[in-house]
């Protein structure tokens, strides 16, 4: 569950939601007829959960469906803008509802986060950056989140038309493209490959090369070796299921192409993300390795000067 953050500032234009909006909610109060909550993305303008449509199953603790301080998803069911009321559900909404809304929360919250930033640093009102520039690249793109992604590439296209001092909008682009500049992850991948066929080794080399040559400029598909018939293959990619995606490709015609010459791969670990951690866990084990094999090799030398 996602923890409460304040701010007094709407996301949006609109000061209240529509009917059958999702929207993200703190909970402020627990009473008899419902919980009483606060609208993150409107100012924390307060709504309220009616007890019947907190769960559609019976409910025997509210404490255990809600709490006061925790963030919930919701679905608006009426909207007084006259009076301020605004009614809430809690039980209609699924699983993939919740995705999404969070979805939409997290990015308004870095668009939030990007301009408070720089209307601290240039000492405008953030309801100005709003109004000038959030707002009205979101009615153009979606969500002012998906323009400023845009925008480290084709600032032109999404910049067109808003009306902002040169030194306001440059601090605004500098500090959008430290923020969503996409940064490369790394993807590994562990595979077994053998083939005890009379030229296995140059079967196994011929996979390895096919498999490497389903790299493209962005995506460098690169494999090596930790310890037969041990492998591992690694790409850098700013496109994480992109990357992996090309791995599982390269990995499949690695193995078309062992399995044709007369062996077979294993996958030992799926193509995934690794941290640094792990990138550091499998140099250590290669350092490992390489020194065992100097270790053997200098024991073999010794043993042939003495037989001379």
Known sequence: MLLFVAFQMRYYEEKYPEVDDLVMVTVKQIAEMGAYVKLLEYENVEGMILLSELSRRRIRSIQKLIRVGRNEVVVVLRVDKEKGYID??????????????????????????????????????????????????????????????????????????????????ASLQENVARRLTPKAVKIRSDIEVKCFAYEGIDAIKAALKAGEAVSTENVPIKIRLVAPPLYVVTTNSTDKSGGVELMEKALAVIDAKITELGGEMSVKMKPKAVSEAEDLELAALMAKVERENAEVSGDEDGTDEEDQ
């Open 88 to 169: 809430l559900s809690k039980r209609r909404v699924s699983a993939e509802d919740i995705e999404k809304c969070e979805e939409k929360f997290e990015k308004g919250k870095l668009v939030h986060s990007v301009l408070t930033h720089v209307a601290g640093k240039m000492e405008v009102d953030v309801e100005l950056l709003y109004s000038k520039v959030a707002w009205p690249l979101s009615k153009r793109f979606g969500h002012a989140y998906d323009a400023f992604k845009l925008s480290i590439s084709e600032p032109e296209k999404v910049y067109e038309g808003i009306d902002i001092a040169p030194d306001l909008l």
